[in-house]
């Protein structure tokens, strides 16, 4: 059994990595073009930093895509190649 710090701990992370992602969030409709553009391509395109900080906020990376691709604008697209963890 975890200790009450233990999961107050566990709880804290978590809140810290849905914020991270949800910032990523607000950045896409951000009026400048390059934070705008950095958080399309970390959310719909990054291979590595997005799926694990997903799973570290209890969220799951694939249906969390699917959502923000269908919610944003057809014409959006990642600007450089994914990011493949090696």
């Keep these: 059994m975890q200790a009450p710090f233990d999961d107050e701990l566990l709880k804290n992370e978590r809140v810290l990595w849905l914020t991270v992602v949800e910032q990523a969030m607000r950045d896409t409709r951000e009026t400048k073009?390059?934070?705008?553009q950095s958080a399309i391509d970390w959310l719909l395109c990054d291979q590595t930093d997005f799926p694990?900080?997903?799973?570290?906020?209890?969220?799951d990376s694939s249906?969390?895509?699917?959502?923000?691709?269908?919610?944003?604008q057809s014409g959006i697209s990642c600007r450089s190649q994914p990011r493949v963890s090696q």
């Excluded at 073009?33 to 705008?36: E, F, I, K, L």
């Excluded at 895509?65 to 944003?72: A, C, E, K, V, Y």
């Design 63 to 72: 249906y969390l895509r699917r959502r923000i691709s269908h919610l944003t």
């Design 33 to 36: 073009p390059s934070v705008r």
């Design 52 to 59: 694990q900080i997903c799973e570290l906020a209890g969220l």
